[in-house]
């Protein structure tokens, strides 16, 4: 059972992955990418992780790819983009260098856990907690790590949140009148 | 390594447990969509009175069979997809926009014994269990959750017509969808700040007397708030400008025919239903019973359905007022239903939330109840002058560019 | 743990039921109702006249404004949850340091509205 729910979702993320990346329609693209989120969603919360995946869908699936969404809708593109046009000479070679890296890093990485294993770890104060009660105490332990432990992290998520906001208003905002911006092309 | 494991000691085949788990999710299937088909009725017949007329009365007694009539007749009918439009997505939206709308139905309580702060278990066949399909910790999430994956549907649907009023209906939903989920995120908040669990089983439990209900406990804003976001996230009369028919002839469905429109359509009713019941289950104790002239239950003689019978009747309750709604409420225009949503419900939804949270934690610490109370009132109005001075000087602003409205 | 796992899995069904009865209504349909392709029927609608251009066209980037912002208070939604949950725990301590994150994301929201990017005209 656990195999089978691990290879269900093993099998949505990789699907999904290959088709944000096969996919030449932006649109079909992020529908995969949503699968690739569903099926980590699955993945967390087959490990317990309930508060996790529920996040995951709220966040991600509900919030960040609708936002590709209306971006794809805001550009207009109703036909598959054009692969041979490069807006940036330097990114195939780029994406080529990293890609090469993750992968040879991650085959170290197994490579080297298979002549050392992991040493256990001694499970954290919260992670303890949140296994002597499975119930609610998910939820409790992270939020004890995230407002007493990473209370600076939390608190320049705000921060980077807002600065979103304000980047995405001066790009996107009219010109009052009397100012001019240079445009290339406006939106209807 | 997996917590799964265990999943598997469940799966006998004819063991009680499963026929449980069976009996439930059909019972709730067919309820479901028996009761969508009902308000289908109900919502007719109630406007048709409103406006002094009959409503339907021909198929079946009182027109009861109505929208089986109706249903039966789409069957019938010659299904279209546009040559420009997206095939896939479009075949795949009715379906993201039909199953979440049912989903719901999974994490609501439907029954059971609440009383003195029991958890609502009840004994099937020798079997103690609880009277909802699933009880996950993190319930209210899950709401959340597929509230923002009924957004595809509708965005979808409109996406992949390939055609331009459904485009401009699809955009306009989602855009509205998403204002309005902020708030009703945030007006959840409360309710969670005073029950204290994300569990919706927990959420009912501890509203045990009429005072700890929560939409007393929050003090009835929240609820207004949640009650106008879940409307406007519906996309029902008076923020159903996702099918403005004047404007946008039939919104994001236009391109739809057939059974593929009926979908959308029994999805739209079943959302109803089911907001109706998340309403309830947050704010109104679910099926906990009410306090009438020193009864605790005056329904005591139902037994074990008592519960369920209290649930249904303060949720056919709000699908009145769904419907008193469209009946009497003129549509909104677009940039009102966006002031609404973004000047006013959120900030609203979180000055709320905050001064709750104030006084909880001033409470706990023992601080002068006096104190706190000023401070907190000052605060908010200090917000609240911050707010009015925002939008007086936005107003201005629109005045000296001269805008039409 | 095994309770609310099998949660899910009734959840899971309740899905596949719903994805059957779809399915199957559609299915139904398929086969009894008419096809009479033509290919006059299958143009988009455009109030009866010939449809104008292209159908999709670009929609406003003030939507796009509407989303990011929509971004913003869902996590700020996913942060609050869990303190709401146990707040006495975290004491004055909590509520300073929420307070100051809600301020913060505030500041956000009055920012667009300041600059009418929230003005639909």
């Known amino acids: 059972m656990q195999l089978f729910v691990f290879i269900v979702a093993g099998a949505m993320v990789l699907g999904g992955a290959v088709g944000v990346v096969l996919r030449t329609h932006p649109v079909h693209a992020a529908l995969s990418l949503v699968l690739t989120l569903f099926g980590i969603a699955v993945l967390f919360i087959a490990q317990d992780a309930q508060f996790l995946a529920a996040v995951e869908v709220i966040v991600y699936a509900g919030a960040i790819v609708v936002l590709f969404l209306f971006v794809i809708m805001l550009l207009g593109i109703d036909r598959a983009e054009d692969l041979h046009v490069e807006p940036f000479k330097i990114q195939r070679p780029a994406a080529l260098v990293i890609g090469v890296g993750l992968v040879s890093l991650l085959g170290i990485a197994v490579i080297a856990s298979r002549e050392h294993p992991v040493p256990t770890v001694t499970p954290s104060q919260a992670v303890t907690d949140a296994l002597a009660d499975p119930h609610n105490g998910n939820i409790r332990a992270l939020a004890r790590d995230v407002f007493s432990d990473h209370v600076l992290a939390f608190e320049l998520t705000s921060a980077l949140l807002v600065i979103a906001v304000v980047a995405t208003v001066i790009l996107a905002r009219k010109p009052r009148k009397g100012e001019t911006y240079i445009v290339s092309g406006s939106a209807q | 390594m997996f917590a799964v494991d265990s999943l598997l000691d469940h799966i006998k085949l004819f063991s009680i447990p499963t026929l449980i788990v069976i009996i439930k999710v059909l019972v709730v299937f067919v309820v479901g969509l028996v009761g969508t088909m009902l308000m289908v009725w109900f919502e007719r017949k109630v406007i048709a009175f409103m406006q002094n007329r009959i409503g339907p009365n021909k198929a079946g007694p009182k027109g009861l069979l109505q929208t089986l009539a109706d249903g039966t007749k789409l069957f019938f009918k010659e299904d279209l997809i546009p040559d420009k439009s997206d095939r896939f997505v479009f075949k795949l939206a009715p379906y993201l926009a039909f199953v979440p709308a049912f989903l719901v139905w999974a994490i609501i309580p439907l029954g059971g014994d609440f009383s003195n702060g029991k958890n609502g278990d009840v004994k099937i066949l020798g079997h103690v269990t609880k009277l909802q399909l699933a009880d996950p910790p993190v319930g209210v999430l899950l709401l959340l959750a597929l509230s923002s994956i009924a957004i595809y549907g509708i965005m979808l649907a ?78 029902r009369p008076p923020f159903d400008l996702v099918e403005a028919e004047q404007e946008l002839v039939g919104g994001f469905n236009t391109e739809y025919s057939s059974i593929r429109f009926a979908l959308f359509f029994l999805a739209e009713f079943m959302n109803t239903i089911t907001m109706s019941g998340v309403i309830v289950t947050l704010f109104f104790g679910g099926p906990q019973p009410l306090r009438i002239a020193g009864h605790a239950n005056v329904l005591q003689f139902l037994g074990p359905v008592s519960g369920t019978v209290w649930l249904l009747l303060k949720v056919l309750v709000f699908l009145y007022v769904y419907v008193w709604f469209r009946a009497t409420l003129p549509r909104l225009r677009y940039d009102q239903l966006m002031n609404l949503g973004w000047k006013l419900m959120i900030p609203l939804a979180l000055g709320w939330f905050m001064l709750l949270a104030f006084f909880r934690v001033g409470q706990d610490s023992g601080w002068n109840t006096w104190v706190i109370g000023v401070a907190g009132i000052a605060v908010m109005a200090l917000c609240a002058g911050l707010l009015q001075l925002a939008s007086k000087v936005s107003a201005r602003n629109r005045e000296r560019e001269g805008a039409m409205f | 743990m095994s309770d609310f796992l099998r949660d899910y899995l009734n959840v899971v069904w309740f899905a596949a039921i719903a994805l059957v009865l779809a399915s199957l209504l559609l299915g139904i349909s398929a086969i009894i ?48 949850f869990p303190w709401a949950t146990r707040l ?11 307070g100051i994150f809600v301020f913060v994301l505030l500041l956000g929201l009055v920012y667009a509205w300041r600059k009418g990017v929230l003005r639909w005209v």
């Open chain 2, 158 to 235: 409109g996406w992949s017509s390939g055609s331009k009023y459904p485009l401009l209906g699809s955009v306009r939903a989602s855009a509205q969808m998403i204002s309005y989920e902020a708030a009703l995120g945030l007006s959840l908040a409360t309710v969670i700040l005073v029950t204290g669990t994300l569990s919706t089983n927990g959420i009912v439990a501890s509203q045990f007397t009429f005072s700890r209900w929560s939409v007393i406990a929050t003090g009835v804003l929240p609820f207004a708030i949640f009650l106008i976001a879940a409307t406007a996230e519906l996309n």
């Open chain 3, 33 to 80: 109702r008419p096809n009479k392709p033509s290919a006059e029927k299958n143009i988009a609608y455009e109030s009866g006249v010939n449809p104008v251009g292209d159908g999709w066209s670009q929609s406003q980037v003030r939507y796009y404004i509407f989303a990011l912002l929509f971004v913003v208070f869902d996590v700020e939604a996913v942060f609050i």
């Open chain 3, 88 to 98: 006495e725990t975290y004491g004055t301590f909590g509520l300073v340091e929420m």
